[in-house]
């Protein structure tokens, strides 16, 4: 018995991405590699040893958290009232940085010394600015590279810069591709069925 529907074709399924193909992969020898080096020091060490190490590391990246978030929240509160007052200079910059200390806070917590390891790095202020200019670089590409429609280009819509500096939210519509507005702005009657 058929139920009348064709049967799937095999060219419709699209392509897996890299990332999504070789992500499991990775964080499975990432576990497979911590666990061997915590079994080695642990070895050497003994086990009271590692047990302190992963303590420590908890600990530190519980404190690297918390100064991260007060950071955040007191860089947020100011720029809130120099708004409200309307003392925000033109070209202030604000210093960034506190996404990348949660992200060293995080590895800190997470069991393994490999991962302790990359914490304490991102820790280091050159590293650290070093990756966020990096990291801005490639999303600034990505995001010139995109074509019209994607979240690039809605994104570089959304931002109108005036020539002392300031940037206006909103969206330039020309006249040609403004929509035909109607004669009567009054509501229309319902449509009987």
């Given amino acids: ?4 529907t064709p049967p799937p074709s095999r060219t419709a399924t699209p392509r897996r991405s890299r990332v999504r193909t070789f992500l ?12 061997w080096l915590l079994t080695v020091v642990a070895g050497a060490a003994g086990g009271f040893t590692v047990f302190l190490l992963l303590l420590a590391g908890i600990v530190l990246g519980a404190v690297v958290i ?3 978030g ?19 200079p ?3 910059q604000r210093s960034g940085g506190n996404g990348l ?3 060293a806070g995080l590895l800190l917590m997470i069991p393994g010394l490999i991962s302790d390891a990359l914490g304490l790095l991102l820790l280091v202020p050159p590293v650290r600015s070093a990756l966020s200019r990096y990291t801005e670089r490639t999303i600034e590409r990505k995001m010139q590279s995109a074509g019209p429609g994607t979240l690039g280009d809605a994104f570089q819509q959304a931002r109108i ?3 002392d500096g ?6 330039v519509i020309k006249d040609d591709e403004r929509p035909a507005q109607r004669r009567d702005a009054g509501p229309r009657p319902p449509i009987a069925p």
Avoid: C, D, Y
Wanted: charge should be positive; aromatic fraction near 4%.
């Fill in 161 to 163: 810069h005036r020539p």
């Fill in 66 to 68: 918390k100064r991260a």
């Fill in 90 to 92: 033109a070209g202030e």
């Fill in 70 to 88: 007060r950071r955040a929240f007191k860089n947020l509160s100011e720029t809130l009232q120099q708004q409200q007052s309307g003392a925000v």
């Fill in 24 to 35: 499991p992969l990775g964080i499975a020898a990432w576990l497979v590699l911590e666990i």
């Fill in 1 to 4: 018995m058929t139920t009348g």
């Fill in 101 to 103: 200390l949660m992200l």
């Fill in 166 to 171: 300031t940037v206006i939210q909103g969206e």
